[in-house]
T-cell receptor, first 112, second 113 residues
């Protein structure tokens, strides 16, 4: 699976959009981009994933560049409860289950 | 109605002991996993089972033995516990389709003294 690079930490003000970048320059054509987050002392939580089109759900939006070498997770109106470590993961489609390799992620701090 | 539940939440034990961690999911998923998160917060896959069959074994020591009595349960038994086994262990489940997301439990914090 391709490696990802994320900034170690970011912060944003409550109510503003949080834009978390991720580089995955060696991504292969069959690899998806996944985003998970881990709030302190909890298990990782799935946020969103995509292949090449932009995706949006009730939690966030995922913008993938045309060359697929980078992506951005957007939390449109960050709240204090969004403070967490955010993981960007690239993984190929497998026949049974996903083998996700978590990196060090970005620690997002949402300020009041 | 927790989707993926693990017990116990905390486990403190001495070196050399044998312990088990239980995991159950009520999502109807066919695939279950064990992940380990060490003190540096790296989260690494240990095992994956699909419909009670071992799919992934990431060179975990033989002291770790997963057991899947049915597709809703994946328990982790650890023999002869060592100090380095101290970590948070997360169970997860997913559908077998290649791009289905993982649902994680809230972890079991194991401390070996």
């Amino acid at each position: 699976d391709a490696k990802t690079t994320q900034p170690p930490s970011m912060d944003c003000a409550e109510g503003r959009a949080a834009n978390l970048p991720c580089n995955h320059s060696t991504i292969s054509g069959n690899e998806y981009v996944y985003w998970y987050r881990q709030i302190h002392s909890q298990g990782p939580q799935y946020i969103i994933h995509g292949l090449k089109n932009n995706e949006t759900n009730e939690m966030a939006s995922l913008i993938i560049t045309e060359d697929r070498k980078s992506s951005t997770l957007i939390l449109p109106h960050a709240t204090l409860r969004d403070t967490a470590v955010y993981y960007c993961i690239v993984s190929a489609k497998k026949s049974s289950g996903d083998k996700l390799t978590f990196g060090t992620g970005t620690r997002l701090a949402v300020r009041p | 109605d927790t989707a993926v539940s693990q017990t116990p939440k905390y486990l403190v034990t001495q070196m050399g002991n044998d312990k088990s961690i239980k995991c159950e999911q009520n999502l109807g998923h066919d695939t279950m996993y064990w992940y380990k998160q060490d003190s540096k917060k790296f989260l690494k896959i240990m095992f994956s089972y699909n419909n009670k069959e071992l799919i992934i074994n990431e060179t975990v020591p033989n002291r770790f033995s997963p057991k899947s009595p049915d597709k809703a349960h994946l328990n982790l038994h650890i023999n002869s516990l060592e100090l380095g086994d101290s970590a948070v262990y997360f169970c997860a489940s997913s559908l077998p389709a290649g791009n289905s997301p993982l649902h994680f439990g809230n972890g079991t914090r194991l401390t070996v003294t």
